[in-house]
């Protein structure tokens, strides 16, 4: 969960991730978003409880009508 949006992906480790988002989405994050560190919700498979890791986008790779987005993180917490 990124700013109220659901995101997926296949690709995460404890440095960081990719995330797959829409295009058009990803333009309307960046403009809520602005230069703020963003704070990321993550939801593991048969976990409970959600982690939250502040993560810097490192990189945003437009793929056809998705944009791949490489996320470095910081400090991570959970609830």
């Known amino acids: ?3 109220g949006a659901q995101l997926h ?19 309307g994050l960046r403009a809520v978003l602005g230069d703020e560190i963003p704070e990321w919700r993550i939801v593991l498979p048969g976990q409970p409880v ?5 993560g810097h986008i490192r990189y945003a ?13 910081g400090a991570w917490h959970a609830y």
């Open 50 to 54: 959600p982690l939250i890791v502040r």
């Open 61 to 73: 790779d437009r793929i056809g009508d998705d944009t791949l987005v490489g996320v470095a993180f």
């Open 9 to 27: 992906t296949t690709n995460v480790s404890l440095g960081g991730m990719q995330v797959e988002i829409p295009t058009m989405r990803y333009a």
């Open 1 to 3: 969960d990124l700013a």
